[in-house]
């Protein structure tokens, strides 16, 4: 069973760096069949997706997002890393991690999140 | 505001049928894109419940079911059940956007 367990300061100051760690077990990050998300989720609002790391190490980014982050992972610790600076209180969430799955049917490939963490809760504040 | 669009709340009472819409325009699913729905209890890990539109993984109940057609798709409960009572997310790509894109959620509330 693939369990993902979500870590980091639960707390970070204006401007700084949220740093957070997702720690795989059961399952190896460098699997090059799947890939792995970050997804975060603001008090009483909606599911918003950062970024992905494909298999190739290749992210790809939330446009919005984008100047601000960066995912990556350590094979050697089987971690998915992210990274967002200069944050504000408007980054203060609920923030998972995701394993996601390829799924093929008649219209070709598409990605879904197959596995999630717990989350774990960020404030920006002062 | 989301770029798919959900109902907020729907409700129903056991054993019932419930529908839970989500709207979308021709850059997302109307362009072909799969949807993806997820069932998440607050204060836990939400849960793949749907994946590309119509199918379930496995141990996921067959009283879930998913559809798609044009630039919408739907997420039906049968035989709703006290446990259902959860929020529920649609999900799906978004080629202008050149992402992952999800809709607001709907709020499941069983009477």
């Known amino acids: 069973q693939v369990l993902l367990q979500e870590s980091g300061p639960g707390l970070v100051k204006p401007s700084q760096t949220l740093s957070l760690t997702c720690t795989v077990s059961?399952?190896?990050?460098?699997?090059?069949?799947?890939?792995w998300s970050w997804i975060r989720q603001p008090a009483g609002k909606g599911l918003e997706w950062i970024g992905r790391?494909?298999?190739?190490?290749?992210?790809s980014y939330n446009p919005s997002l984008k100047s601000r982050v960066t995912i990556s992972a350590d094979t050697s610790k089987n971690q998915i890393s992210l990274n967002l600076r200069s944050v504000t209180a408007a980054d203060t969430a609920v923030y998972y991690c995701?394993?996601?799955?390829?799924?093929?049917?008649?219209?070709?490939?598409?990605?879904?999140?197959?596995?999630w963490g717990q989350g774990t809760v960020v404030t920006v504040s002062s | 505001q989301s770029v798919l669009t959900q109902p907020p709340s729907v409700s129903g009472a056991p054993g019932l049928r419930v529908t839970i819409s989500c709207s979308g325009t021709?850059?997302?699913?109307?362009?072909?894109?799969?949807v993806h729905w997820y069932q998440h209890l607050p204060g836990t890990a939400p849960k793949l419940l749907i994946y590309?539109?119509?199918n379930r993984p496995s141990g996921v109940p067959d009283r879930f079911s998913g559809s798609k057609s044009g630039t919408s798709a739907s997420l039906a409960i049968t035989g709703l059940q006290p446990e259902d009572e959860a929020y529920y997310y649609c999900?799906?790509?978004?080629?202008?956007?050149?992402?992952?894109?999800f809709g607001g959620g709907t709020k499941v509330t069983v009477l």
């Open positions: 021709s850059s997302n699913i109307g362009a072909g894109s799969d």
């Open positions: 059961g399952g190896s990050v460098s699997s090059g069949s799947y890939y």
């Open positions: 790391l494909y298999s190739s190490g290749i992210p």
């Open positions: 999900q799906s790509h978004d080629n202008s956007l050149s992402g992952v894109v």
């Open positions: 590309a539109n119509n």
């Open positions: 995701t394993r996601d799955n390829v799924y093929y049917d008649a219209n070709g490939p598409s990605l879904a999140f197959e596995i």
